[in-house]
C-alpha cells in the first residue's frame, strides 16, 4: 500500500490542528451553554475555527487522495498531518479564506497543497484528486445540517443552531465556487485530465488568475443574485431557512448591532 511508504511521523496528526480543535470544542460549547459574556464573540471563534477545521481537511483530502493515486511526496511535505503552516501558500488556504468570512460571508476555496502530478497515472485518478477536496466541503456542509434535515433540534440553542446555518452556508459556498470550471479552481482540475494539450497550453496562463475573475464577477449584481439563490436553494434543501443563515452571520459580526428580530427569534 502506498500509506506504507511514507514515516508514520509524516502521517501523524500536527499539534497545530490538534489545538484548532480545541478551540473549535470550548467555543462551540460556550456558544451551546451561552457560557461567554457576549455569545457573538462566542460564535465568531466557534465558526472561524470549525471554518479552518475544515480547510485543513480539505486539503488533507487532496493530499490524501494523491497519495493512493501514486504521488507518495505527499507525506515527505507534511500534507497528511493536517497542519495548516505546512501547506504550499498558507495565506490563500488559511487567512484569505477567513478574510473572506468576516468580510462577506462567503465561503473562499482555500488551495494550496502541490501534487506531483507527474507520479499518477490515469485520468480519473487526476479527476478524484481535484474533486476530493470540494467533496469534504459538501460532506461537512451535511455534517452541519443534519440536526435540521434530521429535524432533531429540539433542545438546541438558538445561538448554537444559528452558529450551524451560518458555518453550512460557508460549507456550501466552498464547494459551489471550488466545483466551477475555471482555471485555477478544483473544478477545472477535474475536468483538465480529459482536455487535448492544445486547449491545456492556452488556459494555462490564466489559471493564475481564475479565482480573482470569478470574484470579480461575484460583484456583478446579477450574477451574485443567481449564485446566491443557488446556495439558498441548497440550504433550503438541507433543511436551514435564510432567517437562521442571516442570523448566523449577524451572531458571528459581533462587532456590529445585532438584529433584534434574531435576538428574539427562536
Not at 141 to 154: E, G, H, M, N, Q
Request: proline share 5%; with cysteine.
Amino acid at each position: 500500500m502506498t500509506t506504507a511508504l511514507t514515516r508514520r511521523s509524516d502521517r501523524r496528526i500536527s499539534p497545530v490542528f490538534v489545538g484548532i480543535l480545541a478551540v473549535t470544542a470550548v467555543t462551540g460549547w460556550a456558544t451551546w451553554t451561552g457560557f461567554a459574556e457576549q455569545p457573538g464573540l462566542a460564535v465568531f471563534l466557534f465558526v472561524t475555527a470549525a471554518w479552518i477545521v475544515s480547510l485543513c481537511l480539505h486539503e488533507y483530502a487532496h493530499a490524501r487522495t494523491a497519495l493512493h493515486s501514486g504521488d507518495i511526496s505527499v507525506g515527505a511535505k507534511g500534507y497528511l498531518t493536517l497542519n495548516p503552516l505546512k501547506y504550499t501558500h498558507a495565506l490563500l488556504s488559511i487567512v484569505l479564506p477567513v478574510i473572506f468570512v468576516i468580510m462577506g460571508g462567503i465561503g473562499l476555496p482555500g488551495g494550496a497543497v502541490f501534487i506531483e502530478r507527474g507520479r499518477i497515472r490515469g485520468r480519473w485518478r487526476h479527476s478524484l484528486i481535484s474533486a476530493a477536496g470540494p467533496l469534504t466541503n459538501v460532506l461537512f456542509a451535511v455534517v452541519c445540517t443534519a440536526p435540521f434535515w434530521l429535524d432533531a433540534l429540539d433542545g438546541v440553542p438558538r445561538d448554537f443552531r444559528f452558529a450551524l446555518a451560518f458555518l453550512a452556508l460557508l460549507q456550501v459556498t466552498a464547494a459551489i465556487l471550488n466545483f466551477l470550471p475555471v482555471p485555477g479552481l478544483d473544478g477545472y482540475g477535474v475536468l483538465e485530465p480529459w482536455l487535448s494539450q492544445k486547449v491545456k497550453r492556452q488556459v494555462e496562463p490564466f489559471a493564475p488568475f481564475g479565482l480573482l475573475f470569478v470574484f470579480a464577477l461575484l460583484w456583478v449584481p446579477e450574477i451574485n443574485g443567481v449564485f446566491f439563490d443557488m446556495v439558498d436553494a441548497a440550504l433550503r434543501g438541507l433543511g436551514i431557512s435564510d432567517f437562521e443563515t442571516y442570523c448566523g452571520y449577524d451572531l458571528f459580526r459581533f462587532w456590529r448591532d445585532s438584529n433584534e428580530l434574531c435576538t428574539m427569534g427562536s
